[in-house]
Each structure stands twice: as structure tokens, then as C-alpha cells.
């Protein structure tokens, strides 16, 4: 079982910046890479972005490129979403992931992120 736990939404006004943080426990051996979803209400839940999580490298969605940054931080077994210049159109719950062979097995609570503008 893995557990994985967000924190880090909130309630922001449009251009001003977030740090959303997904802290992972339990059997995460069984791991490929991290990453985050968003759904916005009445809509599916979309990706957001993704990191591998030994190589490092990055995935982003096109709505996300050159705001939004992933990182992690393999001793504290935390991923991060770098949230700048937000959009109203950035308000969604947030959701950490884990994946492992080519699925996203592990999902957390989500954290809500509200962009006023």
C-alpha cells in the first residue's frame, strides 16, 4: 500500500505563485515516476505534469509550460508542483500520483487551489 498525502492549496489571487508538496509512504518501491493532476469542477480530471523518478526527466501539459515546474526530493520521498503566475482557469482540486509500469496506481487526497481573479 502506498499513501500519499498533498498539502499546499489554497486560495490565491490571479499572477501570484503556489508550492503544492506530496509527501509518499508506505511500499513505494514500486515506483517509475510522480506526478500531477488536476480537475476542475464539472470537468474530467486532466494531467498537469510528471517526473521519472530516478532519471529526473519531465513531462508538462501544454496549459502548464513555463508556469508550472515539478521537482522532487528523493530522500524526503516528496514530489512538488512550482505554481507560478496563476490563472483563474488554474482553479481545480489537485491530485499527487504514482506510477509504475506505464499506470497511475497510487492517488491522493487532492488539494484545492483557488485562483481569483
Known amino acids: 500500500q502506498v499513501q500519499l498525502v498533498e498539502s499546499g492549496g489554497g486560495l490565491v489571487q490571479a499572477g501570484d505563485s503556489l508550492r503544492l508538496s506530496c509527501i509518499a509512504s508506505?511500499?513505494?518501491?514500486?515506483?517509475?515516476?510522480m506526478g500531477w493532476f488536476r480537475q476542475a469542477p464539472g470537468k474530467d480530471r486532466e494531467f498537469v505534469a510528471a517526473?521519472?523518478?530516478?532519471?529526473?526527466?519531465?513531462e508538462y501539459a501544454d496549459s502548464v509550460k513555463g508556469r508550472f515546474t515539478i521537482s522532487r526530493n528523493r530522500a524526503m520521498n516528496t514530489v512538488y508542483l512550482n505554481m507560478e503566475n496563476l490563472k483563474p482557469e488554474d482553479t481545480a482540486v489537485y491530485y499527487c500520483?504514482?506510477?509504475?509500469?506505464?499506470?497511475?496506481?497510487?492517488w491522493g487526497q487532492g488539494t484545492q487551489v483557488t485562483v481569483s481573479s
Open positions: 500520483a504514482l506510477g509504475f509500469r506505464a499506470e497511475w496506481r497510487s
Open positions: 508506505g511500499r513505494t518501491e514500486y515506483r517509475d515516476a
Open positions: 517526473m521519472r523518478w530516478s532519471g529526473g526527466s519531465t
